[in-house]
């Protein structure tokens, strides 16, 4: 998914260098000060975990082949900006040692597969987690009152002791002694104290399940993202001069999109759901 050294004119490759320099120097001065010194060592892992994932070309029908991304997990972890710098790096010692991509297309793939995909990635990512939780919270509240109203028409249909059977009670109001004075009768409230742990087991239990989807769904975003912005480069690449890159828009689409949506989608999706469960696993700080 690389574009290399020589398909992209000056027209192209500089303003987008121009446009990365200023987010680099920033993402580095704001997520890589002192600040973050204990979340450093996490980063680099990650970071030379995705050199290695990036170096495996998974060759699909069409002379082509595909790569994952692996920095999404950094995206939504810390923050699209920290994905940004890790795999600018990624980039620039993979230019430098093995030839993929190249020095004067760095800004362009940096900008495709560091920044626009994960920050698609964090964006999906926090929408389907305020989602999902407007939807438990809406559900809950469904249940209580499904609940208390059940708990209502039982506590109307049944007899007390003493009254006649299937009504109300119909014994008078007690009466204490002296003026002329009704005791209102206690209210019992211990239903909805049994009810409260039972919710809260509920929701122990969903939340892993719609965390995990919600992470595959933003990792998936994110490769169809950063395929998409590659291909649209090499399309305005295209129409501003035939001499650099001959082939045309909706060949390149169909070349960089299919087995994007088809394979490697869902391949970045698992690795990061994967990946996310191990680190959390092994309580590595910042993941635990």
Not at 23 to 29: E, G, H
Request: charged fraction near 10%; proline fraction near 8%.
């Amino acid at each position: 998914m690389h574009i290399p050294d020589g398909f992209l004119s000056p027209v192209v490759s500089i303003p987008a260098l121009a446009a990365a320099t200023p987010v680099w120097i920033y993402a580095a001065r704001k997520h890589f000060g002192p600040s973050a010194v204990e979340s450093l060592p996490v980063m680099g892992s990650v970071t030379a975990l995705a050199f290695v994932i990036q170096t495996i070309m998974i060759p699909v029908p069409g002379g082509t082949s595909i790569h994952l991304l692996g920095v999404t997990l950094l995206a939504l972890r810390y923050n699209p900006l920290v994905a940004f710098v890790c795999e600018s790096l990624v980039l620039l010692m993979q230019a430098t040692f093995f030839g993929a991509g190249g020095f004067t297309v760095l800004g362009v793939n940096a900008l495709a597969m560091g920044l626009l995909g994960p920050g698609a990635a964090w964006l999906v990512h926090r929408l389907l987690g305020r989602l999902s939780a407007a939807l438990q919270k809406y559900g809950d509240v469904l249940r209580r009152g499904t609940r208390g109203g059940e708990s209502g028409r039982g506590e109307r249909s049944a007899p007390l002791s003493g009254g006649p059977a299937g009504g109300a009670s119909a014994l008078p109001p007690c009466k204490a002694e002296g003026p002329s004075r009704e005791v209102a009768p206690a209210v019992d409230t211990s239903l909805n104290l049994r009810r409260a742990p039972l919710d809260t087991s509920l929701n122990l239990r969903r939340a892993p399940l719609s965390q995990k989807a919600a992470t595959f769904a933003a990792a998936y975003v994110a490769m169809q993202v950063s395929a998409l912005s590659i291909s649209l480069v090499l399309g305005l690449q295209h129409a501003l001069s035939e001499r650099y890159f001959p082939v045309p828009l909706p060949v390149t689409l169909a070349a960089m999109m299919v087995p994007s949506l088809v394979v490697a989608g869902p391949l970045e999706g698992a690795y990061t759901v994967l990946a996310l469960a191990l680190l959390r696993r092994s309580k590595v700080h910042g993941f635990s």
